[in-house]
């Protein structure tokens, strides 16, 4: 199981001062029209760390890049909500292996306003606001027969009524001090463009692969 990585090239002299741009250009250069229904380009893997230096990973969608901070929501009872109360550095990567490129984000998470959770919770799926109020992330789960049932009785509850946003879920923005724009090369010689925040600036450097 071995690719040989050719699609492309990156330079220095190929991005832009501002790394958010540079992301903004290849997140939309990652969306192309013909791709498969199950390539969610938003997909990124979050890893967090516990205050005993436990790392958990998994994927989850990035909603928006908003104020240069990366936006996702999630449950705040989960294993990774936990986490970020209790150390909120975090690591996103997006891999994008149709274009051969991954980006690496590094920085410090916190919680958005709950006004803006809210507003986004009313932009999701009727099923989904429900969804959210029968899991309770994380926890152990005797069957799916318990989570249906538990959703059957709040669909009936929340019956011709706006779902309200559950007090334990919501949306974190991550500040990044850290993004690198990796795209593979032949011979396994891999461009890698490291943005690495200096108070107010970023300094942009090559990485060796």
């Known amino acids: 199981m071995r690719k040989n990585y050719c699609l492309a090239g990156l330079d220095i002299g190929d991005v832009a001062p501002d790394p958010l741009v ?36 998994r994927i989850v969608l990035l909603k928006g890049v908003e104020e240069s901070k990366f936006v996702f929501y999630t449950n705040y009872g989960s294993v990774k909500g936990q986490h970020l109360q209790q150390n909120p550095r975090v690591s996103l990567c997006f891999f994008w292996p149709h ?14 306003s709950r006004q803006r959770s809210e507003q986004y919770f009313h932009s999701r799926p009727r099923e989904s606001q ?8 994380s926890s152990v789960v005797d069957g799916r027969d318990v989570l249906q049932q538990r959703y059957q009785e709040l669909t009936n509850q ?10 334990q879920w919501g ?3 991550v500040t990044a001090d850290r993004i690198e724009f990796w795209q593979g090369r032949p011979s396994r010689l891999h461009d890698r ?13 090559r990485l060796s692969p």
């Open 22 to 57: 540079q992301f903004d250009r290849w997140f939309h250069e990652a969306r192309q029209s013909d791709l498969p229904d199950w390539m969610e380009v938003n997909a990124m893997t979050l890893a967090t760390a516990s205050s005993d230096g436990t790392v958990t990973s």
């Open 99 to 112: 274009l051969e490129r991954q980006v690496l984000i590094d920085g410090v998470a916190a919680k958005v």
């Open 130 to 137: 429900v969804g959210a109020w029968t899991s309770a992330q």
């Open 158 to 167: 929340f019956n011709g009524d706006v779902v309200p946003l559950p007090d």
């Open 171 to 173: 949306g974190y923005e």
């Open 193 to 205: 463009i490291q943005y690495r925040r200096d108070q107010d600036q970023w300094e942009i450097q």
